[in-house]
């Protein structure tokens, strides 16, 4: 095999890992955030209705995808190099 063919296989595993552990960190953040963000209401001074109840439960959730996402891809190389 040349050296080239070597570099495409690399980049194409690595955007693979990119992919996959970006839908996987992503798809995390979006059935967990809201139950954290209740919790969090629960758990305030103010009660859960004061803290806002039900609504914006989703407000936030753009800025922890952004450090999930690529967090996904370490895990994922980081469990191929071990594995």
Partial sequence: MLLWQYSVKFVLCNLYLL??????GFSVDVVLYPLDTIKTR???????RHSGGFRGIYRGLGSVAVGSVPGGKFVLDGARKVG
């Fill in 19 to 24: 992919q996959s552990g970006s839908l996987a």
């Fill in 42 to 48: 629960l758990q305030s001074s103010g009660g859960f």
